[in-house]
């Protein structure tokens, strides 16, 4: 039976109701929402990606010449339209003012930066180019770029070859040639030589310290003229003369390795006409550009990225390598997470578990959802006043007084940098384990206990692998957040250039005393503090490229256990 027409009239929605009553309208607010985030996420990282991904391909070399007659050599890295000031206008011909000054041109004009290199010779490493000042572009086929250990990139044509000082090849072919066959061999004695100067020389140095301090150890303990201190230094000046044995035999061969790569040079003629002699040892790689083939722009790209991915940096860390900045920011993330997670864990079941509501209980809750606040950077004063001060300080009164008043662990190390960051987001691991554990349900709790079980075998047994999934996420949230911190760093350990790594093939093997580099850091060092602002911008990118890709290979392992996790523990519930 139908309903009377009356009741119908009387529940169908009156004409004038608004749109807001039905919240259609909110719903297609929280959708655009929710898609302006995502394209802006998505937007950054194909950003990131594309600039990280393009640094080190390799480009065509340019000649510019310009109406004055003056040429210019180098990579193209961009190009803009300006407004041209009186100074740029000081620098064309009569006849390119003349044209600009007749509206040829229009107001605006192009222009290109071309990274020139050469700076030892030029004094630049970079030049802007103006269209309008072009008289012509052409790519030289023999057009050759060095990468160097020192002063960048140079660019030229290869002229000569020399063996000993004496010209055994002329001509670029001839040159080049000469130089592919000997560069190899020159690079092997090259590393060689780094080999020995940074490591061995640096054992020897450590050895000699080691027992300069035992020294000085038996001299705090026993008196400046104790036998005891008496017969330390007579074991220091014998061990003492071994070293300098072995540091000259090491001298004599750095000085032959010297001696042999010094014979070769490649003469390489500029954009200016000016004939420059660079040494073979000098050059990490050089190819030469405009002749390279796509297999021979792979070959160049690869080789680009693993010197990135292993070598030290070079050139106020605007060229080279990260290595020692991917050991130190995972070393630091790891001991962060093990400092935290456990804290974090265990507040949180105190809190949700075991205390008694009431004002204490409030206050520190409050405390904690406030800390979340404290900008990063009081953490870093607080972590230098009281971990490397205070703890730091006393350690090395206690433990190391034989190397005062030199720290030890009195200043930034890894070690505090690590606590320091576990402060900072132990508030993310204590917030979420307490919502993880208030999500598992109080039934499963009373059947534990109806079972005889105590409160902390409950508590073990029923509670902790319910909540494992969502303890586990706040251990990837503050993983993620103190991997990517930077400004506690600069205070608490974090450095431009660590000359030894946190850790090594020495025992202890972890050395948390030592500053490290970070990611984070050497970003915005890159960033802010790089002399060669243009040559540094491309590696910003690769650099923060790899920091997003180490932080998501940590995520995915940390969720990979969890899942793992989940699945022993639930499954052995019951």
């Known amino acids: 039976m139908s309903a009377p027409v009356g009741w119908q009239k009387r529940m169908r929605p009156r004409g004038g109701t608004s749109l807001l ?87 605006k004009i192009t222009r290109r930066l071309v990274r020139t290199g050469n700076f030892d010779v030029s004094g630049t490493h970079f030049e802007w180019v103006d269209d309008i000042a072009t008289a012509r572009t052409e790519r030289p086929e023999w057009a050759v770029v060095l990468e160097r250990h020192e002063w960048g990139r140079f660019y030229g044509i290869p002229v000569g070859f020399k063996v000993d000082g004496e010209k055994v090849a002329a001509g670029a072919e001839d040159a080049w040639r000469e130089f592919e066959s000997v560069h190899d061999e020159v690079s092997r004695r090259f590393e060689r030589r780094y080999r020995l100067q940074k490591h061995d020389f640096g054992r020897l140095h450590a050895m000699e310290e080691r027992a300069r301090l035992e020294v000085r150890d038996a001299e ?75 297999a021979g722009r792979l070959g160049v790209y690869a080789s680009r990225w693993g010197e990135f991915l ?8 605007s060229e080279g390598g990260v290595w020692p900045a991917i050991v130190g920011t995972v070393i630091m993330t790891l001991l962060m997470s093990i400092a935290v997670v456990p804290f974090g864990v ?43 001060y205070i703890i730091g300080g006393s350690i090395d009164q ?24 576990a402060l900072l987001t132990l508030p993310v691991v204590v917030v979420a384990t307490e919502e993880a554990l208030a999500a598992v ?22 509670v902790l692998p319910r909540a494992m999934p969502g303890i586990m996420t706040g251990f990837i949230l503050a993983m993620a957040r103190g991997a990517g911190e930077v400004a506690p760093l600069m205070l608490v350990g974090a450095v431009k250039l660590a000359p030894e790594l946190p850790v090594d093939g020495v025992a202890p093997y972890l050395h948390a005393e030592r500053s490290f580099m970070h990611l984070g850091f050497h970003i915005f060092d890159l960033g802010f503090q790089s002399q060669n602002s243009e040559a540094a911008k491309p590696m910003v990118f690769t650099t923060t490229l790899l920091l997003i890709a180490i932080i998501a290979a940590l995520n995915i392992a940390a969720v990979w256990i969890r899942t793992r996790l989940r699945r022993r523990f639930i499954g052995g519930t019951f």
């Not at 040429?71 to 100074?87: K, L, N, Y």
């Not at 206690?398 to 320091?420: C, D, H, M, Q, Y």
Request: some cysteine; proline content about 5%.
């Open 21 to 107: 009553a039905h919240g259609e309208n909110m719903l297609w607010l929280m959708g655009g929402a929710l898609a302006v985030c995502t394209i802006m996420i998505v937007g950054l990282l194909s950003l990131v990606v594309y600039q990280g991904a393009t640094t080190f391909w390799p480009h065509p070399i340019i000649a510019v010449t310009l109406d004055n007659g003056r040429t210019i050599m180098g990579e193209q890295t961009r190009s803009d339209r300006f407004t041209p000031t009186p100074e740029a206008e000081a620098s064309w011909s009569e006849e390119t003012r003349r044209r600009f000054a007749a509206g040829e041109a229009g107001e």
């Open 220 to 294: 705090l303990k026993y008196g400046a003229d104790s036998p005891e201190r008496a017969r330390t230094q007579e074991i220091y000046q014998g061990e003492k003369a071994a070293l300098d044995a072995r540091a000259q035999t090491l001298e004599e061969e750095i000085r032959l390795l010297d001696e042999t790569n010094g014979r070769y040079e490649l003469m390489m003629a500029t954009a200016s006409g000016d004939t420059v002699s660079i040494p073979v040892a000098s050059v990490v790689r050089g190819f030469p550009a405009n002749r390279l083939g796509l």
């Open 310 to 317: 292993r070598d030290d940096p070079r050139e106020a860390n």
């Open 346 to 388: 265990l507040a949180a079941l105190y809190l949700r578990e075991y205390a008694r509501a009431g004002f204490m209980v409030s206050a520190v809750r409050v405390a904690i959802n406030n800390m979340a606040g404290v900008p990063s950077i009081v953490f870093g004063v607080f972590g230098l006043g009281f971990f490397c």
């Open 398 to 421: 206690f433990f190391f007084a034989e190397k005062l008043p030199n720290p030890t662990f009195g200043k930034g190390g890894v070690l505090w940098a690590s606590l320091t960051l």
């Open 441 to 462: 349900p109080r039934s499963m709790r009373e059947g534990s206990y109806a079972c005889g079980a105590s409160k902390w075998q409950t508590i073990r047994r029923i």
